[in-house]
T-cell receptor, first 116, second 114 residues
Framework: GAVVSQHPSRVICKSGTSVKIECRSLDFQATTMFWYRQFPKQSLMLMATSNEGSKATYEQGVEKDKFLINHASLTLSTLTVTSAHPEDSSFYIC????????????FGPGTRLLVL | AQSVTQLGSHVSVSEGALVLLRCNYS??????LFWYVQYPNQGLQLLLKYTSAATLVKGINGFEAEFKKSETSFHLTKPSAHMSDAAEYFC????????????FGKGTTLSVSS
């Protein structure tokens, strides 16, 4: 099946720094990618929908200036957590959907972010 | 807006017993429905999905789910639990539009005792 990768898998950073997380679709082109956040023992919450070549659509309550999303190509979307704080520590998961396919969504393995 | 409700945040069963994890959806039209499993510190693995074909869907690891429109339910079952089934299970829903995200339920933790 299709593969979606995330890099890094785990990152520890100091408060106030910025962290970039990459999401790649390895064997298909994804016009749409999604970013989710999962706090410990909680469900996945959709943060934003990333569309190639256009601005991301953010869910209510998600700060677009804090969580910068760039979908520069059909196989890569990046999420940058700017000026990270300890409360941003979470598990960030991306997913990608092949074009025109509403039934299938492939998830990345997730990125564990710890902000000290 | 679509949503899913998973009844029971924690389900405990004995090894060999029936597993039943409940999921009810809210949608104006029958949506696509999914069950995912997540092991500790790992990503999501698709167990099965309903996409308006057969109402009884068989997935991996012996799991299956039945779509019941009259009950707006999509409960996950497995006849005989195995220790390795202990994990977090998420029910999710999406509409038929290719550009929409999955909406997840709050999850159910399955514990299996010997």
């Amino acid at each position: 099946g299709a593969v979606v990768s995330q890099h890094p898998s785990r990152v520890i950073c100091k408060s106030g720094t910025s962290v970039k997380i990459e999401c790649r679709s390895l064997d298909f082109q994804a016009t749409t990618m999604f970013w989710y956040r999962q706090f410990p023992k909680q469900s996945l919450m959709l943060m934003a929908t990333s569309n190639e070549g256009s601005k991301a659509t953010y869910e209510q309550g998600v700060e677009k200036d804090k969580f910068l999303i760039n979908h520069a190509s059909l196989t890569l979307s990046t999420l940058t957590v700017t000026s990270a704080h300890p409360e941003d520590s979470s598990f960030y998961i991306c997913s990608a959907r092949p074009p025109g396919n509403a039934e299938t969504q492939y998830f990345g393995p997730g990125t564990r972010l710890l902000v000290l | 807006a679509q949503s899913v409700t998973q009844l029971g945040s924690h389900v405990s069963v004995s090894e060999g017993a029936l597993v039943l994890l409940r999921c009810n959806y809210s949608s104006s039209v029958p949506p696509y429905l999914f069950w995912y499993v997540q092991y500790p510190n790992q990503g999501l693995q698709l167990l099965l999905k309903y996409t308006s074909a057969a109402t009884l869907v068989k997935g991996i690891n012996g799991f299956e789910a039945e779509f019941k429109k009259s009950e707006t339910s999509f409960h996950l079952t497995k006849p005989s639990a195995h220790m390795s089934d202990a994990a977090e299970y998420f029910c999710a829903v999406s509409d038929h539009q290719a550009g929409t995200a999955l909406i997840f339920g709050k999850g159910t933790t399955l514990s299996v005792s010997s």
